[in-house]
């Protein structure tokens, strides 16, 4: 059986990327603490006590900058791609570093966002062109680099909003790489450039996750997040340009947690007459921690998002059928924790 992508093995790109990030942002906190870039505790969103140093979302920049160095092939699309995470890095950054006293403007974010799209559609030559859901297939014909680029900073924003619980996003990133990797392996597919990338975010995140696991020792920022769901937003679209994705209900399955949370929180804040842009404390992560503790609500959401993502490569077997059992049954789950908690509506106390 072959293990190797690109002419290395998938567990020495998953090794080395993973070292990578335990070294770097171990450097990167102590660099966080020296400068005092720090997360400070904020009533309206944030749930952490004391300050906590950030930068983390730089040492797992720095790991996957090393794994593409040794692992990645050089060609527009990897340029693009690195252009684009060098430029959401300085965003996220100078907004982790100013937040506490200047927030920046959603509204300029947007624009940076979309222009780091462009880049990757425009110089990348990356496009969703077509796709299928549930056996209907559509073709986006001129309409393909607006919906790519929707697409990359709807998740980009997405992955940025459900980073509020220590050990959530990497989590969740890393399950997301993972079977990505896994649905290469099934489809014998290990030499796409999605695959190369999911294995060394994979090892890139897991690192970070060592020093992000409850309780946190330090938080990655927006720069980290909103990195993490480029990188999640531009694997999705490579796997449909290399045909490891036929679907749109695979992202939609592996995003899911995601998706629905930034779903549930603009019509959480509808409903309210308030700004889609407005911090909360009612994000599904919150509702957990009502009624268990930190690490005990994250292994919950690991846990749906693992069966999200069994489901998906069930899905890639062909299981069709036990598919729709699963999904139907993973959405009364979710349907049923909404109805209970206050994730949408706000529920009245007894």
Known sequence: MDFTVNGYNI?????????????????????????????YP????????????LLGGIGIFLAFLLGYMLFAPKNNLMLSILISSFLIMLLGLFDDMTKSKT????????????????????YGGLELNHASLFGLSVDFGFLSPVITIIIIVAIINAVNLIDGLDGLCAGISSIYFLTIAIIGFVLNKFGGLDIILSLIMLGSTLGYLVHNFPPAKIY??????????LMMSVIFLIGFKTTTLTSLI???L???IPIMDTLFAIIRRKIKGEAIDHADKEHIHHQFLK???????????????????ITTIFYILGYKEIVSI?????????????????????????
């Open 11 to 39: 567990f020495l790109i998953t090794g080395v990327s993973f070292l990578a990030s335990l070294v770097f942002v171990e450097l990167m906190k102590r660099v966080a603490i020296f400068l005092k870039v720090l997360d």
């Open 42 to 53: 904020n009533e309206k969103r944030k749930i952490h006590t004391k300050p906590m140093p």
């Open 326 to 350: 699963c999904y139907v049954i993973l959405i009364i789950i979710v349907l049923f924790l909404v109805l209970k908690t206050n994730v949408i509506f706000e529920r009245k106390k007894k």
């Open 250 to 252: 695979i992202p939609m």
């Open 291 to 309: 009624i268990l503790s930190k690490r005990t609500s994250l292994l919950v959401i690991y846990a749906i998002n693992i069966m999200f993502s």
């Open 254 to 256: 592996l995003l899911a």
């Open 220 to 229: 990655q920022g927006d720069a980290g997040s909103t990195f993490l769901g």
């Open 103 to 122: 927030p920046m403007p959603n509204k300029y974010k947007v624009v940076v966002q979309v222009v780091v799209a462009c880049i990757v559609v425009f």
